[in-house]
């Protein structure tokens, strides 16, 4: 079974424009979560999506949205970004997460960087 | 709150243990998880305990927990320059949502 991916890999912006990063999931996963990884503030939960609704939200500000298809596939879309948005982004999937045991296989990353 | 804790760094020796410790706040946590990052990867899970066990053994893993304190530990036996990575500990009670601690960075010198 082909793992999580996660597109593009890297990517280089400037401030003020916007940014969509595309996921993959498993086959067969329902549930994709976005976490965004920087050196100071580690690893922070962004959102969680399954059957297309947003489950579960962080906190981060309105410019951070997502959107779930019908095939699981997601997107998270950073608009008028900002210095501090440089960083990893990381999606992850699992089968159906509803219950609280729910083991998420990451993908590699999406490396965003803003100047 | 939702907040976990570990320390950042820790050094060891081939082929000695290494025991990476993690502080976590929400009591209502139901399973708590390790997980790997080399460079350049993603998060790697490798080993999970449900909030009412004391120990999980997984071979060269023993995981403890002390909910009374909310501290986690891994132990890594006979530790290799391969295990060198960040390991991070998280928590979660909601599904999807992964609340992570800071990560531990693990250095193996040959």
């Known amino acids: 079974k082909a793992g999580v991916t996660q597109t593009p890999r890297y990517l280089i912006k400037t401030r003020g424009q916007q940014v969509t990063l595309s996921c993959s999931p498993i086959s067969g996963h329902r549930s994709v979560s976005w976490y965004q990884q920087t050196p100071g503030q580690g690893l922070q939960f962004l959102f969680e999506?399954?059957?297309?609704?947003?489950?579960n939200k962080g906190n981060f500000p309105g410019r951070f949205s997502g959107r779930q298809f019908s095939n699981s596939r997601s997107e998270m879309n950073v608009s008028t970004l900002e210095l501090g948005d440089s960083a990893l982004y990381l999606c992850?999937?699992?089968?159906?997460?509803?219950?609280?045991?729910?083991?998420?296989?990451f993908g590699p990353g999406t490396r965003l960087t803003v100047l | 709150g939702e907040d976990v804790e570990q320390s950042l760094f820790l050094s060891v020796r081939e082929g000695d243990s290494s025991v990476i410790n993690c502080t976590y706040t929400d009591s209502s946590s139901t399973y708590l998880y390790w997980y790997k990052q080399e460079p350049g990867a993603g998060l790697q899970l490798l080993t999970y305990i449900f909030s009412n066990m004391d120990m999980k053994q997984d071979q060269r893993l023993t995981v403890l927990l002390n909910k009374k304190d909310k501290h986690l530990s891994l132990r890594i036996a006979d530790t290799q320059t391969g295990d060198s990575a960040i390991y991070f500990c998280?928590?979660?009670?909601?599904?999807?949502?992964?609340?992570f601690g800071q990560g531990t960075e693990l250095s193996v010198k040959p």
């Open positions: 999506y399954f059957s297309e609704t947003q489950r």
């Open positions: 992850a999937s699992s089968l159906e997460g509803t219950r609280s045991y729910n083991e998420q296989f």
């Open positions: 998280a928590e979660s009670n909601q599904g999807g949502k992964l609340i």
